[in-house]
Every structure is written in C-alpha cells, then in structure tokens.
C-alpha cells in the first residue's frame, strides 16, 4: 500500500462524494442537478478516485505509473474547472488540491511511500 | 454602464419623490400585473436596499401541477403570477386548478379542479398564467370570485372563500367561451391568461394555435359580465372582408385599464400565418398593435399599429404600462409598450399619440412568393431601444472555435440586412428572435419618478421559409415551444425556426445574451443598462458578464428594490434600482418566468415567485410556488 495516495484518495473520494451531491442532489436543489455538465464532473471525480486507488494498492507496474499520475491529473483538473464552471466551488477547491497532490506525490519522500 | 450623471439623476429623482405618492398606492397584488394600469409597483416599505440581504424562505409550496413532458402529459409552462387578495394568495396551475393559500404559512386553505382535459390543444404545452379576482362589495356567497380559464376554452367562476363554484354563473359556474368561435375555427379558443377585472366586467382575450394555419380565428376582446357570465360587447381586430384569407390578431397576454378614462388598452397580436403575408397584403390597421376601446361599449378610441404587415410574429407581448409623464409643467397621461422588436412606444393614452418622436424607415424587402413587404416599419429611437435589437451581434469566438468556422460560414451563408429582415428560403437570421427582446413580463414603473424597469433577451434565431412541396416531404417533429417546423397551412410556405448556434447547441452570436435597464420617462433618457443573470449550458454557467436569457419580468417597489426572476439559471433576485446591481439572490428549482407578487400582508412585506420553468430558456420545470419575507 502506497501510503502518499491514500490521502490523495480522500481528496477523491471527497471530491467524488461532491460530485454525486451536486448531480443528484439528495440534500436538495444545487441548480445543476441532472445536468451533462454535472454528470461530467461525476465521471471525472470517479475516474480519478479510481486511478488513484489504483496507484495506492501499488499494483500499477511502476513503467505505467508515471503515465497514470498524468492522466489523472488532467481528470482532476477538468474536474476542478467544471466544478468551477457548475458554480459547485467546494467540487472545485477538492478536485484542484488533488491535482496537485498527484502532482507532488512522485516527490514526496520515499518513507511516505510505503506501508 | 451607467454613467456618472445618470445615476445622480436618478438618485436626486428617488430622494425627491413625495412618499405620500407612495402611500397611495395599494399594496395588494390583485391581478396578474398587480393593478389594472399594469405598472408593477408595489407600495412595500420595508424592503429597501439596505433590507433585503436579511429576506429568507417563508414557505414554499408545491402544486403537484408538473409535467417534463417525457410521460403522457404535454409539458408544463407556468407563468402564473400569484394574487394576493381576501387576505389568501391564489394560484392557477397548468393542469387548471386553483389553488388558496395562506399567506403567511403557505398552507393550503382549498383548492378548485376545472377537470380540463389534460391535453395540448392549441399551444405546444399545457401553459397557465394564473387566475384573476373580483369582488362585488357586498357580501355573501360569490360576492367574492376567483376566474380560471383553461386550454379548451372554459372558463371557471369560483367562491374566493371556500373554492365552491358559483352557480350563478354562466352555465352552473362555467363559461364555454369556445360558443364564440365561429368563424374560421380549425382550432378552438385556449384561455391561458386571466381576464382583466375592471368593476363588474371581465375583459377577456384568447390563445391559438400559432404557425400552423392560414386561415384562422379572427382575434377579438371579449366583455363578459363577472356576474352572470352574459357577453356584453365583442370587438373584433381584423377587417371583415379579409376574414376569408386570414385571421388572429388576437389578444393572448394581459391587458391594460384606465378606468378614469374609461378605457381599455389591448396589446394585439399578429396576423395569420404568421411568417408570410402574401394573403393578407391589404391593410389590417388594428395587427400588431396596442388598441385602446371604451370600456364600456367596446368601441375603439385609437390604435397605434407598432409593425406594419407582419411578417415576424413580432406580436404584442405584453400589457402596456400606465405612467403620468411630466413635460414642460404639464402632466401627460400616457403609456408605454415594450415590444418584441425592443422599441418602447410612449403614447399618450388619451390619443394615442406619440410623446417621442417616432421614425418610419426603410427597411429590408422580402423574394418570397406572393409577399409585398411594407417598404417601412416605425422606429421608436427614443427611449433608447432595449437590447440593442438594430445591431446584429457578432460571430462569438468561442462557438466559432468550438465549430471548426461554422458560426461564421453560418453569417455569410444566411440572410441578414437589418431588423425587419424578412424570411427568405435562403435562411434569415432573424434578431431580436419570436421570444422577443420582452416578452409577457413587459416592464415595471416607479409612478413617484417615472422611472421604468426592464429586463431583455438577446436571442438570434434562424428562421426558413419552405416550400409547400418541400416542405410536405419533411418527416420532423411539427412545432416545438417556440422553435421547429410549423405547416402554415394554405400558404406557399411551411417554416423552420431554430436558435442560431452550433453542433454543440452553443449559441453562435456573441454575448450579452440580456440585459437589465432603467430609463427616465419624462426625458427618455437610459438610465443604465447591466447584463443580468448567468446564462447556463448543459449546468455550465456563463460569467455575469454575458447575462441571461430572460422570459417573465420585473417589480418595483417602493423601497428602491427591484424582484426579477426570469433567467436561465433558476435564480431570483433582488436588485439596486438605482444601478441593477445585484443586493441578493436564492436558487429555485427553475427559471421563474412569472413577474412575482408582492405584497403586505398583516404588516408583514411578502414575495411570492411561481417557479415555473419554461423549455425556451433550458429544459426544467417546477410546481414551486416560494414566498419571502424579511427575518423576523
């Protein structure tokens, strides 16, 4: 377990659990419910929390790491600007300091990479 | 931008008024506009800039009325502005209930089924613009009444205090006003908008079946009695030898009373078919315009005719608004009426007469078959027209970019020669579009200063003639809200009508998409002009910079405050009459395209949005009925 993404991971997860608010709205009406736009961010939250999982089981050969952190970081930065644009500013905010994280984590210190 | 000197003006103009001109006015909300004279001013105090940040949620209540029209229903469209009056709130709804409510709590006190058939039979969408009121004076059973018309033309007279029909009227307390369409009926008479209560009588107009036929009803003002239903005079708006080649020029909004004057004031419709007037080349003086009748007799005292041969469905949207204007000493009854087309007309309301100089130009012919265009149209320059409506706007960048140039193919490939540009088979960009740069919301006006108020859209549509042999091999979907392929049967042509945009449903023109204004009655001078609302996409907003879309309209009140729903993104808003500038906004469940009441109610200042969404802004609608108040 790769412990520098589990926080990571918490972003995303958070992040995601924005995304379901703002799409379905189950504590009420966020004005982009049921939208694309809103169901976009969903997606991209969801993408990067997955990848992320991902990188934290330390089971993405590490040949393949680099190029992952990337693609997530393009996920978690769409989805930072569509949250943006979705005035969900809170989507927003998680999904730009995730980006950020995935960003920074290949120079984190080594002895937060392991379990 | 308001400028520096404007904004004095208007400022010393507020501080000056005479609050005991205020305090004249009621501060009920009794018909759809609030009063008779259509100014929606209220006499509220309490909400006043400094206020209005503290207004929260009284109530909100839910009609259960509501179709998305995915189901078996036709969809709704609610724009029913609420009536404060009895000390109860009334609402009709789409699927033509009425409901009473509290003011205070929003609780139901009872509600009234007309049992219509749920059914879209002229209009593309069970539509509903609220109810009206009446009351004798005395009292007793139906002393006091509530009027609720529906889609199949009945229209419903009911107890205000208890919702028991009142028998007396008309057939057991329902009036068939489809008895009175007799000539040219492909289509019955749909009652979506409340009569107008002036003493004991209910002026009454009539929606149809837009685009669709060449032939058709030919519009007319009913007078009915609000006692007994009786039909006390009829007046017709199209010359009767050309009853036989068209029709309409009907009366489908609210409408506007002086009864010192005795008169009433109808915004007229457009001629049939809408979009080509080869059939109908002689003159129809009384289409298209804003005719004054006597109240009483239903003769017409004047009419100002504000679109010669319409051919752009540039009907009269709204209920012109009552405002004295004061020039040189003297003080001017008069009126003005906003248009689709963004001019608004100042007339004296005695006469008829213009108050500003209004010019006929030359505009644009049309190549259609058979069309004679009329080689002017009248330009009213001063006040300034709303929304820029005689500048095209530009190719956006952004729907460019995003479109790989289709936007800008698009303005080459398609036909635009100024307002007024007439339909071509070729393909007219069409601007202000047939939502109108205002639309049934119309404007509001602070009688103590002769201020007015008033929001527009910024639409350009794409509009096509088709001809009748091409136009019977097409398999699409007939007629939308507003938008699609409609027959204009009996005609060389059948229509296809869209928003100008790109494969991603981007609008292609160039933002502001609407606009906030104020302008100074009495000099005609702009006040200030300020984008208003977000438009929003698929959820995504646009920056405050390029506003809203906008269908419904504004209310003034005596504290300086503006309300406005009626943008895209599902907000209502408090606004700085003396600049636009935003003092607070809440999110409802969509688009609230209704002007709101407002009103007192037990020392307590109310508003009350009907939330009701309209497909022509973005598909969402609602059966929220929300009311606020300062917190207590």
């Known amino acids: 377990?790769?412990?520098?993404?589990?926080?990571?991971?918490?972003?995303?997860?958070?992040?995601?659990?924005?995304?379901?608010?703002?799409?379905?709205a189950p504590l009420g009406n966020t004005g982009v419910d049921g939208t694309i736009g809103a169901l976009l961010a969903l997606i991209g939250a969801i993408v990067t929390a997955a990848g992320t999982a991902l990188l934290a089981s330390g089971s993405v050969p590490r040949r393949f790491a680099s190029l992952l952190i990337g693609l997530l970081v393009l996920a978690a930065v769409l989805t930072a600007v569509a949250g943006y644009f979705l005035m969900q500013f809170g989507l927003a905010i998680v999904m730009a300091?995730?980006?950020?994280?995935?960003?920074?984590?290949?120079?984190?210190?080594?002895?937060?990479?392991?379990? | 931008m308001i400028s520096r000197t404007s904004f004095a003006a208007l400022f010393a103009s507020c501080l000056l008024a005479a609050p005991g001109a205020a305090q004249a006015q009621q501060s009920e909300w009794t018909s759809f506009h609030g009063d008779v004279g259509s100014t929606k001013f209220s006499?509220?105090?309490?909400?006043?800039?400094?206020?209005?940040?503290?207004l929260e949620r009284a109530w909100e209540y839910r009609t259960g009325d509501v179709a998305d029209g995915s189901g078996d229903l036709p969809e709704t469209v609610w724009s029913a502005t609420p009536i404060y009056a009895n000390e109860t709130i009334y609402l009709g709804t789409p699927f033509y209930r009425i409901i009473a409510l509290d003011p205070a709590t929003g609780e139901e006190r009872w509600t009234y089924d007309s049992e219509s058939a749920l059914e879209a039979l002229t209009q593309p969408a069970l539509k509903?613009?609220?109810?009206?009121?009446?009351?004798?004076?005395?009292?007793?059973?139906?002393?006091k009444r509530v009027y609720l018309g529906t889609m199949d033309a009945e229209l419903h007279a009911v107890d205000a205090d208890t919702g028991e029909r009142c028998a007396a009227f008309a057939d057991g307390g329902v009036l068939n006003v489809n008895q009175w369409n007799t000539v040219n009926d492909v289509f019955p008479f749909s009652l979506l908008q409340p009569p107008l209560v002036v003493g004991d009588t209910l002026l009454l107009g009539w929606a149809g079946k837009d685009w669709a036929y060449s032939v058709a009803p030919p519009g007319n003002l009913l007078a009915i009695d609000a006692r007994t239903g009786e039909l006390l005079w009829e007046t017709s708006f199209i010359p009767e030898e050309l009853v036989p080649r068209t029709g309409t020029a009907n009366i489908w909004t609210a409408m506007t009373a002086d009864p010192e004057l005795g008169m009433v004031y109808a915004p007229v419709s457009s001629p049939s078919p809408n979009y080509w007037g080869g059939d109908r080349t002689d003159p129809i003086p009384l289409a298209t315009s804003v005719t004054a009748l006597d109240i009483e007799t239903g003769e017409i005292a004047w009419s100002f005719q504000h679109v010669n041969h319409d051919i752009w469905d540039y009907d009269t949207p709204s209920a012109p608004s009552l405002v004295d204007i004061e020039r040189d000493g003297e003080t001017i009854p008069a009126l003005v009426q906003a248009t689709k087309q963004g001019f608004l007309f100042v007339l004296d309301r005695r006469t008829g007469e213009p108050l500003f100089d209004i010019e006929e130009r030359a505009t644009p012919q049309s190549t259609a078959e058979g069309e004679v265009t009329a080689p002017t149209q009248p330009f009213a320059m001063t006040p300034e027209p709303v929304g820029n409506p005689l500048e095209l706007p530009g190719v956006w960048w952004l729907a460019d970019l995003v479109s790989f140039g289709q936007c800008s193919r698009d303005r080459e490939k398609y036909l635009y020669e100024g307002i007024f540009t007439p339909p071509s088979e070729q393909g007219t960009l069409f601007f202000p579009g047939t939502a109108g740069a205002t639309n049934w919301g119309g404007v509001a006006i602070d009688p103590r200063n002769a201020t007015l108020y008033v929001n527009a859209s910024r639409i350009v549509q794409l509009i096509r003639l088709i001809p009748r042999a091409e136009y019977e091999q097409i398999q699409g979907p007939e007629g939308g809200n507003e938008e699609g392929y409609s027959p204009q049967e009996g005609s060389p042509y059948g229509i296809y009508l869209t928003d100008w945009s790109n494969w991603a449903g981007m609008p292609c023109w160039a933002p502001p998409f609407g606009t906030f204004s104020a302008y100074n009655l009495n000099t005609g001078e702009k006040l200030y002009e300020t984008p208003f609302g977000r438009a929003q996409l698929d959820g995504f907003y646009g920056p405050e910079s390029w506003g809203s879309p906008t269908l419904g309209g504004p209310v003034v009140t005596a504290g300086g405050v503006v309300?406005?729903?009626?943008?895209?993104?599902?907000?209502?808003?408090a606004l700085d009459a003396r600049s636009g500038a935003e003092l607070w906004s809440d999110l409802v469940e969509a688009p609230a395209v209704a002007n709101p009441a407002v009103f007192t109610h037990q020392g307590v200042d109310y508003v009350v949005f009907?939330?009701?969404?309209n497909s022509i802004l973005k598909p969402e609608v609602s059966d929220q009925a929300v009311a606020y108040r300062l917190k207590q």
């Open chain 2, 563 to 573: 309300f406005l729903g009626a943008s895209m993104d599902s907000r209502v808003r």
């Open chain 2, 610 to 613: 009907a939330v009701g969404g």
């Open chain 1, 97 to 115: 300091l995730t980006a950020l994280a995935l960003l920074l984590a290949p120079f984190l210190p080594s002895r937060w990479s392991s379990a």
């Open chain 2, 128 to 143: 509903n613009r609220g109810v009206a009121y009446w009351e004798s004076g005395q009292s007793g059973q139906c002393e």
């Open chain 2, 43 to 54: 006499n509220v105090q309490t909400l006043t800039p400094e206020t209005v940040g503290d």
């Open chain 1, 1 to 24: 377990m790769h412990q520098r993404f589990l926080a990571i991971l918490l972003l995303a997860a958070i992040g995601t659990v924005l995304a379901v608010v703002a799409y379905a």
